[in-house]
T-cell receptor, first 115, second 114 residues
Framework: GAGVSQSPRYKVAKRGQDVALRCDPI?????LFWYQQALGQGPEFLTY????????KSGLPSDRFFAERPEGSVSTLKIQRTQQEDSAVYLC?????????????FGSGTRLTVV | AQTVTQSQPEMSVQEAETVTLSCTYD???????LFWYKQPPSRQMILVIR??????QNATENRFSVNFQKAAKSFSLKISDSQLGDAAMYFC???????????FGKGTLLTVNP
Protein backbone atom coordinates (compact mmCIF):
# COMPACT_ATOMS: atom_id res chain seq x y z
CA GLY A 1 0.00 0.00 0.00
CA ALA A 2 0.91 3.65 -0.17
CA GLY A 3 1.42 4.01 3.56
CA VAL A 4 1.67 2.05 6.79
CA SER A 5 -1.78 0.93 7.82
CA GLN A 6 -2.70 0.06 11.41
CA SER A 7 -5.89 -1.41 12.78
CA PRO A 8 -7.94 -0.97 14.76
CA ARG A 9 -7.57 2.75 15.18
CA TYR A 10 -9.06 2.57 18.67
CA LYS A 11 -9.36 -0.36 21.03
CA VAL A 12 -10.98 -0.46 24.44
CA ALA A 13 -10.18 -3.58 26.46
CA LYS A 14 -11.27 -4.70 29.88
CA ARG A 15 -8.44 -5.43 32.25
CA GLY A 16 -7.34 -9.01 31.78
CA GLN A 17 -8.51 -9.24 28.18
CA ASP A 18 -6.14 -10.20 25.35
CA VAL A 19 -5.75 -7.82 22.40
CA ALA A 20 -4.16 -8.02 18.94
CA LEU A 21 -2.98 -4.97 17.04
CA ARG A 22 -2.24 -5.18 13.34
CA CYS A 23 0.32 -3.39 11.20
CA ASP A 24 0.39 -3.55 7.41
CA PRO A 25 3.68 -1.97 6.27
CA ILE A 26 4.53 -0.46 2.93
CA UNK A 27 4.87 -3.21 0.37
CA UNK A 28 8.47 -4.37 0.03
CA UNK A 29 9.69 -2.76 3.22
CA UNK A 30 12.12 -5.09 4.93
CA UNK A 31 12.32 -3.47 8.35
CA LEU A 32 9.37 -3.11 10.72
CA PHE A 33 9.28 -1.51 14.15
CA TRP A 34 6.78 -1.21 16.99
CA TYR A 35 6.81 1.73 19.38
CA GLN A 36 4.70 2.47 22.46
CA GLN A 37 3.67 6.06 23.17
CA ALA A 38 2.22 6.73 26.60
CA LEU A 39 0.11 9.84 27.12
CA GLY A 40 2.25 12.97 27.10
CA GLN A 41 5.41 11.09 26.21
CA GLY A 42 7.50 10.40 23.16
CA PRO A 43 7.38 6.98 21.51
CA GLU A 44 9.53 4.24 23.00
CA PHE A 45 10.98 1.31 21.07
CA LEU A 46 9.39 -2.08 21.58
CA THR A 47 10.67 -4.46 18.92
CA TYR A 48 12.27 -4.75 15.47
CA UNK A 49 11.80 -7.18 12.58
CA UNK A 50 13.90 -7.70 9.52
CA UNK A 51 11.63 -9.61 7.16
CA UNK A 52 10.12 -12.38 9.31
CA UNK A 53 12.98 -12.46 11.83
CA UNK A 54 12.50 -10.66 15.12
CA UNK A 55 16.00 -9.31 15.68
CA UNK A 56 15.34 -7.22 18.77
CA LYS A 57 12.61 -7.47 21.36
CA SER A 58 14.47 -5.72 24.14
CA GLY A 59 11.84 -3.01 24.51
CA LEU A 60 8.89 -5.29 25.19
CA PRO A 61 7.88 -4.38 28.77
CA SER A 62 6.86 -7.85 29.90
CA ASP A 63 6.28 -11.39 28.72
CA ARG A 64 2.65 -10.45 28.20
CA PHE A 65 3.74 -8.69 25.03
CA PHE A 66 4.37 -10.73 21.93
CA ALA A 67 4.96 -9.69 18.32
CA GLU A 68 5.15 -11.67 15.13
CA ARG A 69 5.62 -11.16 11.40
CA PRO A 70 5.31 -14.69 10.02
CA GLU A 71 5.52 -13.95 6.29
CA GLY A 72 7.69 -10.88 6.44
CA SER A 73 4.89 -8.44 5.68
CA VAL A 74 1.95 -7.93 8.09
CA SER A 75 2.85 -7.83 11.77
CA THR A 76 0.72 -8.37 14.85
CA LEU A 77 1.44 -7.11 18.35
CA LYS A 78 -0.39 -9.16 20.95
CA ILE A 79 -0.87 -8.18 24.55
CA GLN A 80 -2.13 -10.81 26.93
CA ARG A 81 -4.00 -10.12 30.17
CA THR A 82 -4.00 -6.37 29.58
CA GLN A 83 -3.30 -4.04 32.48
CA GLN A 84 -4.11 -0.35 32.90
CA GLU A 85 -0.47 0.58 32.41
CA ASP A 86 -0.69 -0.87 28.89
CA SER A 87 -2.93 2.03 27.87
CA ALA A 88 -1.02 3.89 25.17
CA VAL A 89 -0.78 4.54 21.46
CA TYR A 90 1.04 1.73 19.65
CA LEU A 91 2.84 2.95 16.56
CA CYS A 92 4.19 0.82 13.76
CA UNK A 93 6.90 2.00 11.35
CA UNK A 94 8.51 0.43 8.32
CA UNK A 95 11.63 1.08 6.32
CA UNK A 96 12.93 -0.19 3.01
CA UNK A 97 16.16 -1.37 4.59
CA UNK A 98 17.88 -1.09 7.94
CA UNK A 99 20.63 1.40 7.19
CA UNK A 100 20.44 4.93 8.59
CA UNK A 101 20.13 6.36 5.10
CA UNK A 102 16.64 4.91 4.90
CA UNK A 103 13.87 6.80 6.60
CA UNK A 104 11.01 5.35 8.55
CA UNK A 105 7.36 5.71 7.61
CA PHE A 106 5.02 5.61 10.57
CA GLY A 107 1.41 4.55 10.70
CA SER A 108 -1.29 6.45 12.58
CA GLY A 109 -1.20 4.04 15.48
CA THR A 110 -3.71 2.17 17.58
CA ARG A 111 -4.90 3.88 20.75
CA LEU A 112 -5.41 1.20 23.38
CA THR A 113 -7.42 2.04 26.48
CA VAL A 114 -7.60 -0.56 29.23
CA VAL A 115 -10.53 -0.09 31.61
CA ALA B 1 22.35 5.36 27.00
CA GLN B 2 21.31 8.18 24.78
CA THR B 3 18.82 10.72 26.07
CA VAL B 4 16.90 13.46 24.31
CA THR B 5 15.53 16.45 26.20
CA GLN B 6 12.93 18.92 25.03
CA SER B 7 12.62 21.57 27.69
CA GLN B 8 9.59 23.38 26.24
CA PRO B 9 6.37 21.41 26.83
CA GLU B 10 4.37 24.06 24.95
CA MET B 11 5.09 26.92 22.57
CA SER B 12 2.89 29.33 20.69
CA VAL B 13 3.49 31.54 17.68
CA GLN B 14 1.51 33.99 15.62
CA GLU B 15 0.73 33.03 12.07
CA ALA B 16 3.50 34.22 9.69
CA GLU B 17 5.98 34.64 12.55
CA THR B 18 9.05 32.55 13.38
CA VAL B 19 9.40 30.12 16.25
CA THR B 20 12.30 28.02 17.53
CA LEU B 21 11.90 24.71 19.33
CA SER B 22 14.76 23.49 21.51
CA CYS B 23 16.31 20.06 21.83
CA THR B 24 19.41 18.79 23.58
CA TYR B 25 20.77 15.27 23.58
CA ASP B 26 23.39 13.24 25.31
CA UNK B 27 25.54 10.65 23.57
CA UNK B 28 29.05 9.25 23.53
CA UNK B 29 28.81 8.23 19.89
CA UNK B 30 30.50 10.20 17.12
CA UNK B 31 28.28 8.96 14.31
CA UNK B 32 24.58 9.61 14.66
CA UNK B 33 21.51 11.19 13.11
CA LEU B 34 19.05 13.69 14.51
CA PHE B 35 15.46 14.19 13.46
CA TRP B 36 12.46 16.39 14.03
CA TYR B 37 9.10 14.69 13.68
CA LYS B 38 5.68 16.31 13.61
CA GLN B 39 2.69 14.51 15.12
CA PRO B 40 -0.70 16.09 14.32
CA PRO B 41 -3.92 14.87 15.94
CA SER B 42 -4.05 12.10 13.33
CA ARG B 43 -1.16 10.59 15.37
CA GLN B 44 1.02 9.77 12.38
CA MET B 45 4.65 10.73 12.96
CA ILE B 46 5.78 12.78 9.97
CA LEU B 47 9.45 13.45 9.32
CA VAL B 48 10.11 17.19 9.14
CA ILE B 49 13.88 17.34 8.82
CA ARG B 50 16.98 15.28 9.52
CA UNK B 51 20.62 16.07 10.20
CA UNK B 52 23.64 13.81 9.88
CA UNK B 53 26.15 14.49 12.66
CA UNK B 54 29.11 14.40 10.28
CA UNK B 55 27.69 17.28 8.24
CA UNK B 56 28.64 20.72 9.45
CA GLN B 57 26.03 22.45 7.33
CA ASN B 58 22.65 22.88 8.96
CA ALA B 59 19.80 21.08 7.22
CA THR B 60 17.02 23.11 5.61
CA GLU B 61 13.66 22.03 4.21
CA ASN B 62 11.62 24.93 2.86
CA ARG B 63 10.37 26.87 5.93
CA PHE B 64 12.07 24.48 8.36
CA SER B 65 15.70 24.72 9.35
CA VAL B 66 17.86 23.47 12.18
CA ASN B 67 20.65 24.94 14.27
CA PHE B 68 22.94 21.98 14.96
CA GLN B 69 25.59 22.68 17.58
CA LYS B 70 27.53 19.42 17.86
CA ALA B 71 29.85 20.45 20.68
CA ALA B 72 26.94 21.72 22.76
CA LYS B 73 24.79 18.73 21.75
CA SER B 74 22.01 21.02 20.76
CA PHE B 75 19.59 20.62 17.85
CA SER B 76 16.92 23.31 17.58
CA LEU B 77 14.21 23.60 14.94
CA LYS B 78 13.26 26.95 13.43
CA ILE B 79 9.94 27.31 11.67
CA SER B 80 9.66 30.42 9.54
CA ASP B 81 6.45 32.00 8.26
CA SER B 82 4.39 29.77 10.57
CA GLN B 83 1.16 28.43 9.16
CA LEU B 84 -1.97 27.14 10.89
CA GLY B 85 -1.14 23.68 9.56
CA ASP B 86 2.11 23.68 11.51
CA ALA B 87 0.19 23.27 14.76
CA ALA B 88 1.11 19.85 16.19
CA MET B 89 3.33 18.01 18.65
CA TYR B 90 6.97 18.16 17.61
CA PHE B 91 9.41 15.48 18.68
CA CYS B 92 13.16 15.57 18.53
CA UNK B 93 14.72 12.15 17.96
CA UNK B 94 18.17 10.57 17.95
CA UNK B 95 19.48 7.52 16.13
CA UNK B 96 22.96 6.08 16.46
CA UNK B 97 24.87 5.49 13.24
CA UNK B 98 25.02 1.75 13.71
CA UNK B 99 21.65 1.46 15.37
CA UNK B 100 18.08 1.29 14.16
CA UNK B 101 16.30 2.52 17.27
CA UNK B 102 14.96 6.03 17.52
CA UNK B 103 15.15 7.72 20.92
CA PHE B 104 12.55 10.46 21.25
CA GLY B 105 12.18 13.46 23.50
CA LYS B 106 8.90 14.16 25.31
CA GLY B 107 7.73 16.58 22.69
CA THR B 108 6.72 20.23 22.37
CA LEU B 109 3.12 21.18 21.62
CA LEU B 110 3.12 24.02 19.11
CA THR B 111 0.07 26.25 18.82
CA VAL B 112 -0.26 28.66 15.89
CA ASN B 113 -2.50 31.63 16.52
CA PRO B 114 -4.31 33.31 13.61
Amino acid sequence: GAGVSQSPRYKVAKRGQDVALRCDPISGHVSLFWYQQALGQGPEFLTYFQNEAQLDKSGLPSDRFFAERPEGSVSTLKIQRTQQEDSAVYLCASSLFQGPSYGYTFGSGTRLTVV
Amino acid sequence: AQTVTQSQPEMSVQEAETVTLSCTYDTSESDYYLFWYKQPPSRQMILVIRQEAYKQQNATENRFSVNFQKAAKSFSLKISDSQLGDAAMYFCAYRGGSNYKLTFGKGTLLTVNP
